[in-house]
């Protein structure tokens, strides 16, 4: 089992709509957790993290974590083809050893 | 506010060679990660340093070595260079465990011929 994983995309959604991006991981002892948006070629840049169960909203950006199911997710509202970028789950797996996922590839069709 | 800062920003090699990469971190974070990413992956955890020692490290071999400065730059060592080290060389810096982020530099691509 990968210690992070996501939804294999590409993941492709029509302007205006809710792009949902999934993710799991493996070490219940995790306390953070972040999302980072990569654009082709570029470095990633950090979009949202989030620490407690629940929900934690910035924009038009949600992300939700669920500790018990070892789940975490990033609802982008309002998709726009700007948004169209590889989404990254990390996970900082202790002692600031932060783990990514293989990434998923989000497509915002005009 | 300066972020954090990546030499070289490209760099091309012959297989066997050895290279090093360079990492400033953002002003205010004392720990350094390095990470390689291959195309089409996540980027793979390659080690940390905190006060200018190797606090963590992922499944690399031991051609991969680093080094951090009482400054807290730091530089990444690959020996004997593989045509499979071709990749995208990350930094990324936080303060101390990175419990609120790691901010990245743009990255050195690296190409092994």
């Known amino acids: 089992q990968k210690e992070v994983e996501q939804n294999s995309g590409p993941l492709s959604v029509p302007e205006g709509a809710i792009a949902s991006l999934n993710c799991t991981y493996s070490d219940r002892g995790s306390q953070s957790f972040f999302w980072y948006r990569q654009y082709s070629g570029k470095s990633p840049e950090l979009i949202m993290s989030i620490y407690s169960n629940g929900d934690k909203e910035d924009g038009r950006f949600t992300a939700q974590l669920n500790k018990a199911s070892q789940y975490v997710s990033l609802l982008i509202r309002d998709s726009q083809p700007s948004d169209s970028a590889t989404y990254l789950c990390?996970?900082?797996?202790?002692?600031?050893?932060?783990?990514f996922g293989q990434g998923t590839e989000l497509s915002v069709k005009p | 506010d300066a972020g954090v800062t990546q030499s070289p920003t490209h760099l091309i090699k012959t297989r066997g060679q050895q290279v090093t990469l360079r990492c400033s971190p953002k002003?205010?974070?004392?720990?350094v990660s390095w990470y390689q990413q291959a195309l089409g992956q996540g980027p793979q955890f390659i080690f940390q340093?905190?006060?200018?020692?190797?606090?963590q490290r992922g499944n690399f071999p031991d051609r991969f070595s680093g080094h951090q400065f009482p400054n807290y730059s730091s530089e990444l060592n690959v020996n004997a260079l593989l045509l499979g080290d071709s990749a995208l060389y990350l930094c990324a810096s936080s303060a101390q465990t990175g419990h609120y982020g790691y901010t990245f530099g743009s990255g050195t691509r690296l190409t092994v011929v």
């Open positions: 990390a996970v900082n797996m202790g002692g600031g050893k932060l783990i």
């Open positions: 002003s205010g974070h004392d720990t």
């Open positions: 340093y905190y006060e200018e020692e190797e606090r």
